[in-house]
C-alpha cells in the first residue's frame, strides 16, 4: 500500500519570499515516483515538478525545487521568490512504475500569497 | 494542443437518479484515468484505461458506477442510482504510454446529489 501525508492544511508566505510545503509518503516499492501538483482556483490541477525515486539529484524547475530524502520518505516543495500566481491549492502525489500506475494524493495544502 | 476536457462542469442531481460524465482526454493518450475528490479529503483513484480495456478498477466504489472508453477515446463515468455520498469532484486524466509519464488532469466535474 502507499500513502502520501500532507501536514499542512493552509500555508501563506509574503510575495517575493521563500516557502516550504511538506509532504511525507510511504512505500513498500523500490521504483517509484513522486509529484508536485498545482490548482489555482477554479483552474485545471497542472504538474509543478516530478522527482522519480532513483535519482539522488533533486528536481528542479525555475523557481520550484524539491527536497527528496529517500531514507525518511520526506518530498518537500520549495516556492522561492513566490508570486501571487502562486497561489493555490498544492497536491502531493505518488505513483508505482509498472502495473496501473495510478496517482495516490494527499490531503493538499492551501498556499495563499501576501502582497 | 487541446487539454483534458471534461462535461458537464456542474451537475446537481437528485438521489436516486442517473448521471454520466464524459471526458476527453488528449488526442493520442493511451491512458486514461479517473479520480474523486470528497470535500475535504483526498483524492482517490477510480479506475484506469488502457485504450478501451480497463488495466484497474480497484478504486470503485460500488456497482452503481460503471466506467466505459468506447473506441478507445472518449470515456464516461455512469452513477447510478446516485447517493448523497457519490458528491465530489470528478476528475479525469491521461497520458501517454511510457516510464513516469506525466497524468495531465481534467478541470473537474462537481457532481452534487440532494
Known amino acids: 500500500a502507499q500513502t502520501v501525508t500532507q501536514s499542512q492544511p493552509e500555508m501563506s508566505v509574503q510575495e517575493a519570499e521563500t516557502v516550504t510545503l511538506s509532504c511525507t509518503y510511504d512505500?513498500?516499492?523500490?521504483?517509484?515516483?513522486l509529484f508536485w501538483y498545482k490548482q489555482p482556483p477554479s483552474r485545471q490541477m497542472i504538474l509543478v515538478i516530478r522527482q522519480e525515486a532513483y535519482k539522488q539529484q533533486n528536481a528542479t524547475e525555475n523557481r520550484f525545487s524539491v527536497n527528496f530524502q529517500k531514507a525518511a520518505k520526506s518530498f518537500s516543495l520549495k516556492i522561492s521568490d513566490s508570486q501571487l500566481g502562486d497561489a493555490a491549492m498544492y497536491f502531493c502525489?505518488?505513483?508505482?512504475?509498472?502495473?496501473?500506475?495510478?496517482?495516490?494524493f494527499g490531503k493538499g495544502t492551501k498556499l495563499t500569497v501576501n502582497p | 494542443e487541446a487539454g483534458v476536457t471534461q462535461f458537464p462542469s456542474h451537475s446537481v442531481i437528485e438521489k436516486g437518479q442517473t448521471v454520466t460524465l464524459r471526458c476527453d482526454p488528449i488526442?493520442?493518450?493511451?491512458?486514461l484515468y479517473w479520480y474523486r475528490r470528497v470535500m475535504g479529503k483526498e483524492i482517490k483513484f477510480l479506475l484506469h484505461f488502457v485504450k478501451e480495456s480497463k488495466q484497474d478498477e480497484s478504486g470503485m466504489p460500488n456497482n452503481r458506477f460503471l466506467a466505459e472508453r468506447t473506441g478507445g477515446t472518449y470515456s464516461t463515468l455512469k452513477v447510478q442510482p446516485a447517493e448523497l455520498e457519490d458528491s465530489g469532484v470528478y476528475f479525469c486524466?491521461?497520458?501517454?504510454?511510457?516510464?513516469?509519464?506525466?497524468?495531465?488532469f481534467g478541470p473537474g466535474t462537481r457532481l452534487t446529489v440532494l
Open positions: 488526442s493520442g493518450h493511451d491512458n
Open positions: 486524466a491521461s497520458s501517454q504510454e511510457g516510464r513516469y509519464n506525466e497524468q495531465f
Open positions: 502525489a505518488g505513483g508505482v512504475q509498472g502495473g496501473s500506475e495510478k496517482l495516490v
Open positions: 512505500t513498500s516499492e523500490s521504483d517509484y515516483y
